[in-house]
């Protein structure tokens, strides 16, 4: 039927809605009349089949209907339940056409109250400051945005922590303490509480804020209790070694390898930057008492930033840690081993200002550990391992560790290499339990010597002397006789002569290194012969340069902020004299540990560590002096061994002009008849050596002869009453030895060339000592 034609009167809005309604009852209509004639079509269907089913009996039989399943209706994932606002309008619309469902009032409800916009607060009110009356005053114009810190809206906390850090942070300064104090108990829990929120900005706020509360506080007791759980759980320094929940039977040893966080808990460098210096504020604050009833907590968040994988982080670490060593020395002695351990990715890092930093703070390590756990740390250091003890590993995989002093010691920066040998000096000058120590630290000094850059094994070795200088003030008393009584080492004839010192492993140190003579030693004037003007106190500078204590041209160290204060005095010259007496005293007190395992790598075919080994065996020779006859037979074994073996053979200059240097100074230093007993059986037609053995021995005796006459030939004032001096007994049986040797008949080129080198080695310098029969 067509609609009822509109009223006059009425607007054409609702003449469009009657339109609309009876458009829908003619629909209405329409599809009732549709679904009866289905139904009726239905039963008709029905009845015909009942009556065809009657006339088969196995129709009759119980039929199990089919149940169909409804599939589910396609829902969005939990984390897109967004989206659903997107379609909100449309869904809107529809039903306002075809209504089928009617939403529950709760869920607009809760939609209408949640915060999706920051309100304004008082904080907004005041631009510049905020009333400071009283603290309840002060903290009632906070309390709006403290309470936003709780809210479900990143917009609304983020906003909210910057009026709180534009307030406590930047304008701290105007408060006073009371006040302070009154808004650190209110906000530290909800502060504490965004310390694990969702967004990174919000994390970094807070620990802003907080560290801002801590540094200007007056009083941290009733903050600790929260603050450290809190840290603990955000660095993730519980059970850094893994090892708290076995018992102390079981648990392995430490890992002695550098170990870094690989996934820390805070995945933002940032935020993980800001919580150190929280860190390092909160230490500074706490008092004695409150670190020591929070030691474990104190020490476990320092050792979980210095392992942090954030290079800043671990600087930030290094910092914190030596202030806290230095301010709680005497409750760290059972921390320490822990706190070294831990420093060992830093010593290791790629960047230089962080190994120079980890050094200062293992240096402040060490003096909380002394007499206790200083000597695990150096162990740990350079990875000494007890050869009666394997671990349980070891069997089934390859096991290795690594020696920290070695790398430090040929680090590829030279400030840090500078700053390692300064540290070592340093440890052995000032740490009160260094006995303990010198025989592991000493050799790393020493290797200073042999350094590439040449300003730096120059300050080595006045460094050395420095040393030396200190063990003659602690050993004066067993020093006091030698002092006196003018002793000294016959190779010195009497103290006239002088061997140069080998500077980075090179006879004479190399070009541009200078020498200068000390005075010989004298024994007392009894009878009063010598005037007062012409004593002369040994070690003291001989000659022109007496006068001035002139060392020549001084070496400008460069000028660091980390530098240790003690050694800021030290004077660096490249004219280098005779070591002093304490430092020959010194060396060769520690020598004995070491030498016969160094002559186990001269003969080792690879380059770099017959190299090492012989740098450090020269540096040994150039202190210990004449002291090293005790293992001449064996030095002069492993020396035969590399002249003739393939370290040798492969030809590299800077390993055979080593090995040459060492072999000088044997000949300088030792009495000659020494160590012609220990090679003249070379020249023996019956020796049982092999050829290359037999010429390796000449080799070493030629360049033996040269450091001898070298030692002669410097004698001052010469005396023609020496002679050939030490040499006197030796000379004539070579060349009776050289005279009947079947070397004499060797085709080889090379054998040859190596007679012709010994014979000009003493020829030439002591002809007019030697007689026509000799000659001939």
Not at 198 to 225: F, Q, T
Not at 322 to 331: L, P, V
Not at 687 to 697: F, N, P, T
Request: glycine content about 4%; proline content about 6%; some cysteine.
């Amino acid at each position: 039927p067509k609609p009822p034609p509109p009223l006059t009167g009425q607007p054409p809005a609702a003449c469009s809605r009657r339109r609309a309604r009876g458009a829908m009852a003619a629909a209405q209509d329409v599809d009732d009349i549709w679904a009866e004639m289905q139904r009726e079509s239905r039963s008709t269907a029905a009845g015909a089949g009942r009556s065809k089913k009657a006339f088969d009996i196995s129709d009759l039989q119980r039929e199990r209907t089919k149940t169909t399943r409804r599939t589910p209706a396609k829902r969005l994932d939990a984390s897109m339940q967004w989206m659903e606002k997107w379609a909100r309008p449309l869904n809107l619309q529809m039903e306002v056409a075809f209504p089928s469902r009617v939403e529950a009032p709760a869920e607009a409800t809760e939609d209408e109250m949640r915060m999706t916009e920051a309100p304004r607060t008082l904080v907004d009110a005041f631009e510049d400051e905020l009333p400071t009356g009283t603290p309840e005053t002060f903290l009632a114009y906070l309390q709006r945005d403290i309470n936003c810190l709780g809210e479900d809206s990143f917009a609304v906390r983020l906003q909210s922590l910057q009026k709180l850090e534009r307030v406590l942070v930047h304008r701290i300064d105007s408060l006073s303490t009371d006040i302070v104090d009154k808004v650190a108990d209110a906000v530290l829990k909800p502060l504490l509480k965004r310390m694990k929120d969702k967004s990174e900005k919000c994390r970094e706020m807070s620990a802003r804020i907080l560290r801002s509360l801590v540094e200007n506080a007056s009083d941290l007791s009733g903050m600790l209790p929260y603050t450290f759980p809190t840290l603990v759980a955000r660095l993730g320094c519980e059970d850094l070694d893994g090892v708290a929940h076995l018992p102390e039977v079981m648990r392995p040893d430490p890992e002695q390898k550098p170990m870094e966080l690989a996934r820390p808990v805070e995945d933002s460098e940032e935020v993980r930057l800001e919580l150190a210096r929280f860190v390092s504020s909160l230490l500074a604050r706490c008092t004695p008492t409150q670190v020591y009833s929070y030691i474990d907590e104190a020490t476990g968040l320092l050792r979980a930033q210095a392992m942090d994988p954030f290079h800043e982080v671990k600087a930030m670490a290094c910092e914190t840690m030596i202030a806290f060593c230095h301010n709680h020395s005497e409750m760290l002695l059972h921390f320490a081993e822990p706190m070294g351990r831990s420093l060992t990715s830093c010593l290791t890092h790629n960047h230089a200002k962080i190994r120079i930093s980890a050094l200062r703070a293992l240096t402040a390590v060490l003096w909380c550990g002394v007499w206790k756990h200083n000597h695990e740390i150096v162990q740990v250091l350079m990875a000494w391992q007890d050869p009666n003890k394997v671990p349980i590993k070891a069997f089934y995989e390859p096991l290795t560790n690594v020696n920290y002093m070695s790398t430090l010691t040929f680090d590829r920066h030279p400030a840090v290499r500078r700053f390692w040998f300064e540290t070592l000096a340093y440890w052995l000058l000032r740490i009160p339990d260094k006995v303990d120590h010198e025989p592991y630290i000493f050799p790393y000094l020493l290797s200073g010597l042999c350094d590439e850059n040449e300003e730096i094994a120059l300050e080595a070795f006045w460094l050395i002397e420095r040393c030396g200088e200190l063990y003659e003030r602690e050993k004066e008393e067993d020093l006091r006789k030698t002092k006196q009584y003018g002793f000294d080492y016959g190779w010195t004839y009497g103290g006239r002569a002088f061997a140069p010192f080998p500077l980075q492993a090179m006879w004479a140190g190399g070009k541009t290194v200078q020498h200068i003579r000390r005075t010989a030693a004298h024994g007392p004037d009894f009878l009063g012969e010598i005037e007062l003007g012409e004593h002369k106190q040994r070690d003291a500078i001989a000659g022109e340069a007496a006068k001035q204590m002139d060392f020549g041209e001084e070496v400008q160290l460069p000028v660091r902020d980390y530098a240790w204060p003690e050694l800021r005095d030290l004077t660096v010259h490249r004219t280098l004299p005779r070591p002093r007496l304490g430092a020959r005293c010194w060396v060769r007190t520690h020598t004995r540990r070491y030498i016969k395992a160094t002559f186990n790598d001269v003969v080792d075919f690879r380059d770099c560590t017959a190299l090492n080994a012989g740098r450090l065996l020269c540096m040994s020779l150039a202190y210990t002096e004449e002291g090293v006859t005790e293992w001449l037979q064996p030095m002069t074994a492993a020396l035969c061994k590399f002249y003739s073996g393939r370290a040798w053979a492969a030809g590299d200059q800077q390993v055979t002009k080593t090995y040459d240097t060492i072999c000088k100074l044997l000949g300088a230093y030792l009495d000659p008849a020494s160590y012609w007993q220990q090679l003249k059986d070379a020249f023996s037609p019956e020796c049982a050596l092999e050829m290359d053995q037999r010429m390796a021995s000449a080799r070493i005796l030629a360049l033996c002869i040269e450091g001898s006459v070298s030692a002669l030939q410097s004698v001052e004032p010469p005396d023609p009453k020496l002679g050939m001096g030490r040499l006197e007994p030796v000379i004539p049986e070579l060349v009776v030895a050289m005279h009947g040797s079947d070397l004499l008949l060797s085709p080889s080129p090379d054998s040859r060339a190596m007679l012709w080198s010994l014979l000009f080695s003493f020829l030439e310098p002591l002809r007019q000592h030697l007689t026509s029969s000799q000659v001939s």
